[in-house]
């Protein structure tokens, strides 16, 4: 009994390392770094975002961005500061902010996106 428990056990853990890794390598990504996503930020984002507080340069301070409440754009539809949202704002842009989807890899958004979450 304790040879087939030991044994579901180890091939549980095989199962889930595998579905992590090939999740991740399927997409062709690393794991999300902020230490990365600093660099591409401090390349190339700050010229227009602050880091340190709320407020506005050009576009709007990214301190606490996660956290914030959901509110109106300039169009007038309602949203929140989810990963998704986020992530597809960087994508597409806005009105005020040039689409990234260009200049910015699948990996460098998903290391930026884990830099903006420890400010």
Not at 81 to 103: C, L, W, Y
Request: contains cysteine; aromatic residues 10%.
């Amino acid at each position: 009994m304790k040879r087939s428990t030991m044994l579901l056990a180890v091939c549980g853990a095989v199962v889930v390392s595998a579905a992590t890794y090939y999740g991740v390598a399927r997409r062709g990504l690393q794991p999300a770094d902020a230490t990365r996503g600093r660099q591409v930020f401090d390349a190339r984002c700050w010229v227009c975002h602050e880091t340190d507080n709320e407020g506005y340069r050009i576009g709007p301070g990214l301190q606490n961005y996660f956290q914030r409440s959901p509110h109106q754009q300039k169009n007038g539809s309602e949203h929140e500061h989810t990963d998704e949202f986020v992530r597809e704002f960087i994508r597409n842009g806005s009105m005020n902010m040039p689409a990234q989807k260009d200049f910015i890899s699948r990996q460098e958004l998903a290391d930026v996106m884990a830099y903006l979450k420890t400010l």
